[in-house]
């Protein structure tokens, strides 16, 4: 069973809006239905203040560092943050954490430009930093060119140092090693039982998972060639592993692709994704005889249930994807992401956040002086403590508040597009794929997060036919 905790808002400034019980009531019962439960709930009632102070929610994000919950359920996702880009570093911050913020009453959001522009600001957090998005700006070429590593977070091994990809001493012998077991036949889950119990975390600072393992040795970085984006050729960088290991490595993985997947190996990657055209529930994975890897809906009928495999299923996504995304649509993509962008209105909450530190500290001081000098009262001291709750609160909240938003340029938009486009991973699915509809008669249509003209839905389609013949029928 799953463990979450249930965060709620209530502005007392809206009529219409739901009250604290009844987001509880609903996000009680979606918990009930879906396998989790409720271990604490974290409730911001209206707070009369001048900067919109959240304390039980900067408790939340606080609190998710004791890694004790593994999802944030709201009843609406406009709980949980002010705009995109609030909600793109909350959102980032709880997911370094293995939490994720999910839903109980939006299966499909009404705003897919919106996701399509949180997506892509989240996947800036990773992406981003200020040299880089001057680069791009004033040609991106000329940084690779110069073999500049474009990411902020290097791979398990290497270290950054001005801005070039080096060898990380300390971890390098690991990040080695991890190729030379999975060569001598030992299992991605025996590796990460094995980095983990060293207590080694990855890149990100987390524990390893089987995928973290995967992508290590898919990674081409450790042979010494770096892709990035559009670029075609590799940029040279210090190799950890030789051609020949790495070649080897990658022949066993295929092989064994081919053949059996531990379960905890395989991803499912549409899973919460996708939507059973029969009746609406969403469509989950599963594993049979270790091997054989299905997407079927559990809420069909068993006499009726459809199945469709998955490395097939992923395939044909990626590949209707490929094509879909044009210079053209990438270029669509970005401004209507861009648009959404320009209209949204950010305003940097830790100035206000910080006056209001510094005023409170001063009324704190006051007041310690009153008492020093002699005027201590009961009324005094409950004011004290009031005004010492109120400088914590402000502080925790300084301490998660978002950084000033950087300013982006369209381009800005163009290039990830196409970098995630070039990766086909679940970072492409998340931010342009707003949801994938099965159909009973093998026909997959992919929602874009993208809306016509007039700005209603439906979303813009790619309707394709998955597979034929066997392995269909779930027995
Ligand atoms: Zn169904």
């Not at 965060?7 to 989790?36: F, P």
């Not at 931010?431 to 839905?457: G, Q, R, S, W």
Request: charged share 30%.
């Amino acid at each position: 069973m799953k463990k979450v905790v249930f965060y709620g808002r209530y502005s007392s400034n809206n009529q219409t809006e739901q009250s604290i019980e009844g987001q509880l009531h609903v996000c009680q019962r979606y918990a009930d239905q879906n396998d989790m439960q409720i271990i604490a709930e974290y409730v911001d009632r209206a707070i009369s203040g001048k900067t919109d102070e959240r304390p039980a929610f900067q408790k939340m994000i606080t609190d998710s560092r004791k890694k004790q919950f593994e999802g944030v359920l709201v009843y609406k996702l406009d709980r949980f943050a002010r705009n995109r880009f609030d909600s793109a570093h909350y959102k980032k911050k709880l997911k370094d954490n293995g939490v994720k913020v999910i839903s109980a009453t939006e299966n499909i959001s009404d705003n897919p430009e919106g996701i399509l522009l949180e997506s892509l600001l989240e996947g800036m957090n990773e992406f981003y930093s200020e040299e880089l998005s001057q680069k791009v700006n004033r040609g991106l070429a000329e940084s690779f060119s110069k073999g500049y590593y474009m990411k902020k977070i290097p791979p398990f091994g290497y270290q950054i140092i001005d801005r070039k990809l080096v060898i990380d001493e300390a971890t390098a012998p690991y990040a080695r090693e991890i190729f030379e077991r999975y060569n001598k036949g030992q299992k991605i889950v025996k590796i990460t039982e094995w980095l983990n119990s060293l207590g080694m975390t990855n890149q990100l600072g987390n524990k390893w998972r089987p995928m973290n393992v995967s992508t290590h040795l898919h990674n081409r970085t450790y042979m010494g060639e770096y892709y990035y984006g559009q670029f075609e050729k590799p940029m040279p960088v210090p190799a950890l592993v030789s051609a020949e290991l790495f070649d080897s490595v990658q022949e066993k993985l295929k092989a064994s692709a081919h053949r059996s997947h531990q379960k905890s190996d395989y991803d499912f990657i549409l899973t919460g994704k996708m939507i059973c055209a029969e009746c609406g529930h969403s469509v989950s994975g599963s594993t049979a005889n270790k091997k054989d890897h299905y997407y079927y809906c559990r809420h069909c009928k068993k006499e009726s249930r459809h199945c469709v495999p998955a490395d097939d299923l992923h395939e044909k996504v990626f590949a209707a994807l490929s094509e879909y995304l044009t210079e053209a649509k990438i270029d669509e993509l970005a401004s209507a992401a861009f648009a959404v962008y320009e209209k949204e209105q950010y305003q940097d909450e830790r100035p206000a956040l910080e006056r209001e530190l510094k005023q409170t500290e001063k009324q704190l001081q006051n007041a310690v002086e009153a008492v020093l000098n002699g005027f201590a009262s009961e009324s005094l001291k409950a004011a004290m403590q009031e005004l010492e709750d109120r400088r914590n609160r402000l502080r925790e909240a300084i301490q998660n508040a978002p950084p000033a938003m950087p300013k982006f340029e369209k381009e800005y938009f163009v290039f990830l597009l196409r970098y995630m486009a070039g990766m086909q991973g679940r970072e492409l699915l998340d931010t342009v794929v707003n949801h994938i509809i099965l159909k009973k008669d093998d026909t997959v249509i992919i929602c874009i997060n993208l809306t016509d003209e007039n700005n209603l839905p439906p979303l813009e389609q790619i309707l394709f036919t998955v597979s034929q013949g066997e392995g269909r029928w779930f027995k």
